[in-house]
C-alpha cells in the first residue's frame, strides 16, 4: 500500500513537472520552429510547410548583427566583472569593517533600489549629455566630444552619450550585489578572518585570500544575474544609443518588429541566434545558478 | 587550471587590451544632422538608399541616418527631447504625431510648405491632416493607406458565391460570410470562417456614427447614437449571433495562436489593407484577390493610416533638415517605397502612375480606388489613444457575450464623458 502509494505521488509530481516543463519548453520550439517558416507560413501548423532559412540570412541583412553580439558580449562582461568587484569590495566593508556611519550608509545605499529606473532615466540621459562638456570645458580640450574608431570601427564617443562609458558605467555598481554579498559574508566565520588575521594577513589580503574563495558560490551567482541582466538590457541602451555601431542586440531584435506588422519568422530567427549565449551561460555556471538562487531564498 | 596556463591567459588578454588601445584612433566631434527612421528592414534598406542619394547630391551635408526601433521610437526621442538631443528629422506613425506634437518639440512646416510652393493639393488631404496637430502642420507623409478586403477565390469558386464588387455592402458581406463559413468534415466546428471584420471603426463610420462628437467646442461622447449601436451589434453578430468570425479574446486584441487566419486558407474574407501584401505575396496555396470595404448606410468609410517624416525644433539646420525631408518625401521616394507593395504613395499623381504594378495577379488597383472613398482619421488628440482603448475594453463585455450591446455602450459612454470632463478640468492639452 505504501509502496503504491509512493508510486502515485511519483507519478504525480513527474506530471506536474512535466506539464510545468512544456509551459517552458512548448514556446521555445515554437519560436525554433517558426524560425524556418516564411512569415505566410507562420499559423499554418507546427511544422514549417515550406523549410527556410531566409529568415536568418535575413537577421544579418537586417542590420550588423556580428556588430550587436560583439557589443552585447562585451558591455555584459564589463559591467559584469566589474560589477561582481565592486559589489564584493562594497559588500566586505559593510559587513566586515567597522567605521563610522555604516549602517547608515548602508541603509542609504539599499534605498537607491527603492527608485524607480524610469524615473532617474531623464537625469542620467541628462548627466551623460553633459559629461563631455563638463570635462572639455575643465581641461580645455574638446577630446570628450570627439568620435574614437578601432581600426575602422566606430567605438562611440570616448565618455557621454553613444559611448562605452555610458553603457557600461552606470552599471558598475550595484545596490541589490552588494546586498546580497554582504548577507552571504555576514554568514562566513568571523574566526577564519580572524585566523587570517593573526597569521599577519591585512585587510586586503583577508579579502583577497579568504573572503573571495569562501564567497565564489555567492560571486558566481550574481555574475550570472548580471551578465543575463546585461544581455537582456534593452530600454538603457535604446535610450543611450544614437548609432547604428554602438546598439546591442536586444534594441536589433526590436528593429525587426515594425509598428503593426511583424515578420514572425524574422523575429523567431533573430531571438533563436541571441538565445544561444544565454543558454551557454546557463549549462556552464548551472551550479552557481542554482545555489544563487537559494542563496536569495534563505539568506534574504 | 596550472598555473602557466592562467599566466597565458593572462598574457593574451593583457596584449589584446594592449593592441586595442593601440589601435584606437580619434578624430574630432562634427557637426551632423540625424535623421530616426524605421520600418520594416526592407523599408530601413529603401531609406538608407535614398538618404544616401541625398548625400551624393550634397557632400556637404554631412547627414547620418539611424534606424530605431518603431514601437520604443517615441520614448526614445521624448527623452532626447526633454534633453536637448533629438534627431533633426523623425519618422513617426501618423498615431505616435499627438504625443510628440503635444510637447512643441516639432518644427511647424505650414510657412516652409507655404514658401517652397509644394504641392499639396496632390496630397490626399487625409495624409496632411494625419500631420496637422491643432490646425499646424509638422510632417509630410511618406507612405498611407486604408483599410480594404482581401479574399480567397478558391473558396468563392468552389461554393459558388460571387466576388465581391466595388458596390458591394455590409449586408452583402455578412451574406457571402454566412455562406463561406464552412463544416467541412461535418464535426459540428467551423473549419473555414466568413471574414476576419478587423478594426471596428470603419463599420461604426460607415453606418454613419462616429465615436465622439463636438458640443460648444468641446468633445463628447458619441456613443449613445443609435447608429453607433447599429454598428457595434452588426459587428458582435459576426462573432455571436452569425458565428461567421472566429472567436477572439477582444475587441482590440486577435488570438495570437489562432489557426483560422486568411494565409492558412481558413478565413475566405480577411479585412485589413495593403501593408499586408508583402507577406501575401508569397501565398501560392490558393487563388486571392483585393476589394474595397463594403458600404455601409453612410457609405464607404474608412480608417487611415500613415507615415511620415516630422522635424525636431530643436535642430541647428531647420532648413537643410527641411530640405531633407522634402528629398526623403519627394515622388521619386514615394514611387520607390510604393514600389515595396506596402502601402500606397502619399500622393494622387504616384499613386496612380505606380499602381497597379506590372506582374501582379490581383487587383492592385483597388488600393488607389480605397482612397477615393471617405478615409478618415481619429481626434488627433494626446488624449484620444488611452480613451479608445478604454472604450473598447468596455466594449469587450459585449464582444465576449458578458453584456448585451446595449449594456456595453451604456457603460463605454458614461466611461468616456466621465473621461473627457476630467480631462477638460485639468486642462490636458
Not at chain 1, 541566434?273 to 538562487?293: E, K
Not at chain 2, 534606424?67 to 532626447?80: A, E, Y
Not at chain 2, 473621461?419 to 477638460?424: K, S
Amino acid at each position: 500500500m505504501t509502496r503504491w502509494r509512493q508510486y502515485q505521488s511519483t507519478v504525480l509530481i513527474y506530471a506536474i513537472l512535466l506539464l510545468v516543463l512544456s509551459g517552458m519548453v512548448v514556446p521555445l520550439v515554437w519560436t525554433l520552429l517558426t524560425s524556418f517558416k516564411y512569415n505566410v507560413d507562420v499559423t499554418l501548423g507546427w511544422i514549417p510547410p515550406r523549410w527556410t532559412t531566409d529568415n536568418y540570412t535575413g537577421v544579418f541583412r537586417a542590420f550588423s548583427f556580428l556588430r550587436y553580439y560583439a557589443n552585447s558580449l562585451f558591455i555584459a562582461t564589463a559591467v559584469t566583472v566589474v560589477q561582481v568587484a565592486t559589489s564584493a569590495l562594497a559588500a566586505y566593508a559593510f559587513a566586515r569593517l567597522q567605521f563610522r556611519g555604516r549602517d547608515v550608509l548602508f541603509l542609504g545605499y539599499l534605498s537607491t533600489m527603492m527608485i524607480p529606473a524610469d524615473v532617474l532615466m531623464i537625469p542620467q540621459f541628462v548627466l551623460m549629455k553633459k559629461i563631455p562638456e563638463w570635462l572639455n570645458a575643465v581641461l580645455a580640450t574638446d577630446f570628450f566630444s570627439g568620435f574614437l574608431y578601432l581600426k575602422s570601427h566606430y567605438i562611440g564617443h570616448p565618455v557621454g552619450l553613444d559611448s562605452f562609458f555610458a553603457l557600461i558605467a552606470p552599471g558598475c555598481f550595484s545596490a541589490y550585489g552588494t546586498f546580497m554579498l554582504r548577507q552571504f559574508l555576514l554568514g562566513i566565520s568571523r574566526e577564519i578572518e580572524e585566523a587570517a588575521l593573526i597569521d599577519g594577513c591585512s585587510a586586503w589580503g583577508v579579502f583577497w585570500h579568504v573572503v573571495v574563495p569562501l564567497a565564489k558560490p555567492a560571486l558566481g551567482a550574481l555574475a550570472i544575474f548580471t551578465f543575463l541582466g546585461r544581455w537582456r538590457a534593452f530600454l538603457w541602451p535604446l535610450i543611450m544609443t544614437d548609432s547604428d555601431s554602438m546598439m546591442v542586440l536586444p534594441v536589433g531584435l526590436a528593429k525587426l518588429s515594425d509598428l503593426y506588422v511583424n515578420d514572425y519568422g524574422l523575429i523567431c530567427a533573430g531571438s533563436v541566434l541571441m538565445l544561444v549565449p544565454m543558454i551557454a551561460v546557463f549549462v556552464f555556471f548551472q551550479r552557481w545558478f542554482i545555489s544563487g538562487i537559494q542563496l536569495g531564498a534563505v539568506k534574504g | 587550471m596550472p598555473s602557466f596556463v592562467r599566466l597565458g591567459i593572462v598574457a593574451a588578454l593583457a596584449a589584446g587590451a594592449l593592441w586595442a588601445v593601440l589601435s584606437i584612433h580619434w578624430y574630432p566631434a562634427e557637426e551632423v544632422l540625424t535623421m530616426w527612421v524605421y520600418g520594416s528592414p526592407q523599408e530601413a534598406e529603401l531609406y538608407r538608399k535614398v538618404a544616401a542619394e541625398y548625400r551624393q547630391q550634397h557632400p556637404e551635408v554631412r547627414l547620418r541616418l539611424e534606424v530605431v526601433p518603431g514601437r520604443s521610437v517615441v520614448q526614445k526621442l521624448l527623452t532626447g527631447m526633454d534633453a536637448g538631443h533629438a534627431p533633426d528629422i523623425c519618422v513617426l506613425h501618423w498615431r505616435q504625431m499627438p504625443q510628440v506634437a503635444s510637447t512643441g518639440q516639432l518644427l511647424p512646416l505650414d510657412d516652409l510648405v507655404r514658401r517652397d510652393q509644394i504641392a499639396t493639393g496632390d496630397y490626399y488631404p487625409v495624409g496632411l491632416q494625419a500631420y496637422t496637430y491643432h490646425g499646424t502642420l509638422y510632417g509630410i507623409p511618406v507612405k498611407g493607406s486604408t483599410i480594404t478586403c482581401f479574399y480567397n477565390k478558391d473558396l468563392f469558386d468552389r461554393y459558388g458565391i460571387s466576388y465581391p464588387t466595388d458596390d458591394w455592402t455590409l449586408d452583402d458581406l455578412l451574406a457571402k460570410a454566412k455562406a463561406l463559413t464552412i463544416d467541412e468534415d461535418q464535426d459540428g466546428l467551423p473549419d473555414i470562417y466568413g471574414c476576419t471584420p478587423y478594426d471596428i471603426a470603419s463599420y461604426v463610420w460607415s453606418m454613419g456614427g462616429d465615436f465622439l462628437r463636438q458640443e460648444n467646442g468641446r468633445y463628447v461622447s458619441n456613443l449613445d447614437d443609435p447608429r453607433v449601436a447599429q454598428a457595434v451589434q452588426f459587428y458582435v453578430n459576426l462573432y455571436f449571433k452569425h458565428k461567421v468570425s472566429p472567436p477572439r479574446p477582444g475587441v482590440r486584441s486577435d488570438n495570437a495562436m489562432s489557426t483560422f487566419t486568411f494565409e492558412a486558407g481558413r478565413i475566405a474574407i480577411g479585412i485589413m489593407g495593403p501593408w499586408m501584401l508583402p507577406t501575401f505575396q508569397l501565398l501560392d496555396r490558393f487563388e486571392w484577390d483585393a476589394a474595397l470595404f463594403p458600404q455601409g448606410p453612410a457609405g464607404r468609410q474608412t480608417r487611415y493610416a500613415s507615415v511620415g517624416f516630422t522635424i525636431w525644433k530643436g535642430t541647428r539646420e531647420p532648413e537643410v533638415a527641411w530640405d531633407v525631408l522634402k528629398h526623403m518625401v519627394s515622388a521619386e521616394a514615394t514611387t520607390k517605397m510604393a514600389k515595396l507593395g506596402s502601402d500606397l504613395p502619399p500622393q494622387r499623381s504616384v499613386a496612380r502612375n505606380t499602381y497597379p504594378r506590372a506582374a501582379t495577379p490581383y487587383e492592385e488597383e483597388v488600393f488607389v480606388r480605397s482612397m477615393d472613398y471617405n478615409v478618415r482619421l481619429f481626434p488627433q488628440e494626446l488624449w484620444w489613444e488611452d480613451l479608445y482603448r478604454r472604450m473598447l475594453d468596455e466594449l469587450d463585455a459585449a464582444l465576449t457575450g458578458r453584456e448585451s450591446v446595449a449594456e456595453a455602450l451604456a457603460e463605454a459612454h458614461q466611461v468616456t464623458n466621465t473621461y473627457l470632463q476630467r480631462m477638460y478640468a485639468e486642462e490636458i492639452p
